[in-house]
């Protein structure tokens, strides 16, 4: 197990800082631990609140209670760091839609370095609610060649090239970058995605909007897509709803007052989409969320219980993000009873792949 500098498994707090941040001195594993936190002497420890941002969209929705009072053609609701300067590898969105969006695509991360950019994106989609017809369009319906795509972007045809899926609240859906994809209307969408703002639009339904075809064909897979996701039962909370080689995803259900620890040695955020619950002394509620980096907190599950989403910044499932309180203490002690039936459940998890059908 990798352990650094010969010190052995305590968790050192060090000063803290008004801004709510705490650097400690080092994160050590103790010897039960699978996953070792990185080895920074010096680590920059977080929880916040998570600012909210909203963007008006002319494709978004007018009125999105029960997620907001906010009134106007919301598209977005994007989760933010507190502090607006402070960098995170991923993007936690909320999406409306009451139109089709653009068709488009975005590169991966060699690509947009390539182009000057931080890197690309990949994205993983949980439907939240759907109306009836909602579709979402991944990948192409056959092979195509450039110049087909290309004739079909500029006559306006590309919707007939796009292989629309019917889509169902509780549907995960990966796209991987270079995925020519689409999001129809009568959506509710939790969409986490590494952090970027290279998109390639291929078509636009005519909204008044500049297209990147060139662009787009250069990095798109002209192509139908395997929508596979690897998803399972972590624990009786525990949900995987996808893995991709940047981020994991879950869902978390919570009995009404249950208390819990959460721990994170990565850049994590937490949605709640239903009921409530207090997160490090953060209480959310339905369209809120927290953002955590390299630390741990007590969480408590409101009377009605909560429904969590949880994304973090690395491909393998962290085994102890969640673990039970078994003290009423907010920071106490929390039971280690429940490693190896997650180590268990965890492994068959992984193992499972499961394919979501084309069409339903
Ligand atoms: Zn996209």
Redesign the pocket.
Known sequence: MAQSGGLSGRLTNGCELACGRRYVRQQMLCASRLLPMPLKRWSIMTIERARIEAHFKPWGVDGILPWSTLGGRVGELCFERADAAQQSQLQLKLLFTNQP?SI???PGDEQATEAGFVRG?T?AWLVLSASANAKVGVGLVRTCSEREVRAAAEQGALVALIDWRSAFAGDVIN?PAGTI???GEGLVIA?I?QRSDL?YHLYDYDRDRQLDIDQALAVANLGAVQVRVRFGRLSDQRQLLSTTPYFCFEQITLAPGSRWRIETPCETWVLCIDGKADIAEHLVARGEAVFLEREHGSVQAGPEGAKLLAAYAQPNVLPYLLQRAVSDQPDGPFTPSGHSLLGKTLQRAVNQTAERPADR
């Open positions: 969006l488009h695509v975005h994106k994205e796209v994809h689409a999001i969409e995605q998109t």
